[in-house]
């Protein structure tokens, strides 16, 4: 009973997590993948031997790190990330929820729905192309494929499933069917909008790294596709990390943003 | 308990049962649930229902509730007529429910979940209805636990919050269906001292005898599928009741007689059960 719900920061826990056994072994991890990666390449392992050290890998970083064009890759991305993903909800979530709640939206548009989700994001890009006027727009467009169609997909599910007992027990307390909808169906719903998000993002990532490599001249994709073409391969690697870990600062931030609007699912 | 005395309670909440039959017809195929049941039960009575599961029990609650309807007969609370073959009653924070598995909405801190109902019904502020809700818990030996979800107390706990949530509402009655199953005897000791304070008319579904004989003051056993009533028991224990109920000669007097009835049904149950099968 002492855990109360509402409580500050627990420093002592992040203290233990941080100096934890699992942090040793993780940080030793690392180094062991490191070091062999740098022999494989100075001992001329095949194939993976092709792959630039992580000797040059570092110094090409420290230039990349003060270099301006190096930065503005990260901003492109991650505005066309954004803006498709803000999107995707913004129209996701509540079409989520219309399908999940009424039957005869659901008979109406679903069909479309199940026709057009199949199709992969990124075969949309040629069309995408030609009907926006600025290859920007075709971009954040194809990323606000890659996020819709799973968020709709998990709140339509999320809608469906909520216990019947929920809304008897709203009814018997004397709700409006306003009040059923923001204080049950919503509220019951917000776990699968979340896990919808979390997928959304890494899908987000996968598309727009593969649309800026086909049709954009700017971002992390296009860097690292350029770099395999200008032959700069220890840049090649900068660009498949930096997009690794602008996808995992991407993820960190739903789930800041999951724990707080479902805070009851916090577990102590 | 703050909500209305027990002279205004016990003129609140008297429920008459008349013929009601219940035939559920999904694809056609026609089950009959409850068959021809009439209960009068009287306001403020502590009723409870046994019956083997599966018999029709939480038909007729649900009836009552208004979250279905029924295929023949009456349901009249207070001499109002609440449902009928041609009219479905409507949900209503005057027959609140307390269910099988707990419906405390889990997004919904303690106090949250018990501030519901004022909150939805409006006509009061959402101080007063918190004011009001610490007030209820504090009663009800609930304090200290407003702010936590309930995913963080234990399922006799959430029990009892839930209990406290229906109260908020002044109902006429509580309808409770099984909610005690596989929680401690403290829960029912909870029940008995909510019931003396408040004298509410509460309707009790369970499958458990000694249950239903240490709770209540009429006891319904109803017979399995299709349901009607097979034997109406008067619990003459006095009230308030406690654990030592559980070793007196009456209550085990009760036990017997009710043991037999039941068994003759389960009986009954299994034989069809076995018609089933075969």
């Not at chain 1, 987000?204 to 593969?210: P, S």
């Not at chain 1, 900068?238 to 870990?245: E, F, L, R």
């Not at chain 2, 429910?97 to 919904?108: E, M, R, S």
């Not at chain 2, 919050?161 to 403290?186: G, T, Y």
Request: hydrophobic content about 45%; proline content about 5%; charged content about 20%.
């Amino acid at each position: 009973m002492a855990t109360g719900s509402k409580q500050g920061f627990n420093w002592v826990k992040l203290k233990k997590q941080v100096f934890s056994r699992t942090t040793y072994r993780g940080i030793l991890a690392i180094i062991v993948f490191t070091v062999l990666w740098e022999m494989c390449s100075r001992l001329q392992v095949p194939i993976v031997g092709n792959v630039p050290p992580p000797s040059s890998v570092l110094k090409a970083l420290g230039q990349q790190l003060v270099s301006k064009s190096y930065w503005a890759s990260w901003l492109d991305s991650y505005v066309r990330i954004l803006t498709g993903f803000a999107i995707a909800q913004v129209f996701g979530i509540p079409l989520g929820l219309l399908l999940g709640v009424n039957k005869k939206a659901r008979d109406l548009i679903y069909p479309v729905f199940e026709i057009m989700r199949p199709i992969p994001p990124l075969a949309w890009v040629p069309i995408a192309v030609i009907f926006w006027p600025t290859t920007e727009l075709s971009m954040m467009f194809v990323t606000f494929l890659g996020a819709f169609f799973t968020v709709v997909l998990n709140i339509v599910g999320g809608a469906r499933s909520i216990d019947v007992r929920y809304i008897r027990a709203a009814h018997s307390l004397g709700s409006t069917r306003a009040d059923i909808f923001w204080k049950v169906m919503l509220p019951a719903t917000l776990p699968s909008i979340v896990v919808g998000m979390t997928v959304g993002m890494g899908i987000t990532w996968a598309v727009v790294v593969a649309a800026e490599m086909i049709a954009s001249r700017s971002g992390l994709g296009f860097l690292t596709w350029q770099s395999y073409v200008a032959g700069v391969y220890p840049l090649i690697v900068i660009g498949m990390m930096s997009i690794g870990v602008a996808g995992y600062i991407s993820s960190a931030m739903i789930r800041l943003i999951g724990r707080r609007i479902t805070p009851w699912l916090r577990t102590y | 308990m703050k909500t209305g005395d027990a002279s205004s309670s016990s003129s609140r909440g008297q429920i008459s049962i008349r013929n009601v039959s219940k035939v559920y017809d999904p694809d056609g195929a026609k089950v009959l649930a409850v068959i021809d049941c009439s209960m009068e039960i009287k306001a403020g009575e502590f009723c409870v229902v046994v019956g083997p599961s599966g018999c029709g029990k939480t038909t007729l609650l649900n009836a009552i509730a208004g979250f279905h309807g029924i295929t023949a007969g009456e349901i009249l609370l207070d001499g109002q007529v609440l449902c009928n073959a041609s009219q479905q009653a409507a949900p209503g924070s005057d027959r609140i429910v307390v269910f099988q598995n707990g419906a405390l909405f889990p997004w919904f801190t303690v106090l949250e979940n018990v501030t519901f109902g004022p909150v939805v019904q409006g006509g009061i502020s959402d101080k007063q209805a918190r004011d009001k809700a610490r007030a209820m818990l504090s009663q009800m030996g609930l304090q200290g636990i407003e702010n936590n979800y309930p995913s963080e107390i234990s399922s006799g706990m959430r029990r009892r919050v839930e209990i406290a949530r229906a109260m908020m509402n002044d109902p006429s009655v509580l309808l409770l269906d099984e909610p005690f199953r596989a929680l401690d005897a403290l829960v029912h000791q909870f029940l008995l001292d909510v019931y003396d304070k408040s004298k509410k008319t509460i309707f009790f579904i369970t499958h458990d005898l000694e249950e239903a004989i240490f709770l209540g003051s009429k006891v319904y056993i109803m017979t399995t599928r299709p349901a009607k009533i097979k034997t109406i028991l008067d619990v003459d224990i006095p009230r308030p009741r406690d654990f030592r109920v559980l070793s007196s000669s009456s209550y085990i007097r009760l036990k017997k007689e009710c043991i037999e009835a039941v068994h003759e049904e389960a009986l009954k149950a299994f034989a069809a059960g076995e018609r089933e099968m075969a």
